[in-house]
């Protein structure tokens, strides 16, 4: 299993939604950065909300309605 395998793994098993960063600019709208927290819009609904992001690998997840 590689790194970035290991990481989504764990991130999985902890958070419903773990995103990479395509998945992220297809599902939301980001808004701004302030590690380690992405404020994004949700497209489907227009719901802001945060995310935490790391490093790396880059993936996004627990995602909180503001």
């Known amino acids: 299993m590689t790194e970035k395998e290991e990481v ?5 098993e902890r958070y419903n939604d773990v995103v990479d960063t395509d ?3 297809e599902k939301y ?5 302030l590690a380690p927290f ?5 497209k489907d609904d227009g719901v802001l909300g945060t995310m935490m992001f790391t490093h790396m690998p880059r993936f996004y997840y627990n995602f909180c309605e503001r």
């Open 38 to 42: 992405v404020m994004v819009k949700r």
């Open 29 to 33: 709208e980001v808004l701004s950065f």
């Open 8 to 12: 989504l793994a764990q991130l999985s």
């Open 23 to 25: 998945q992220l600019q």
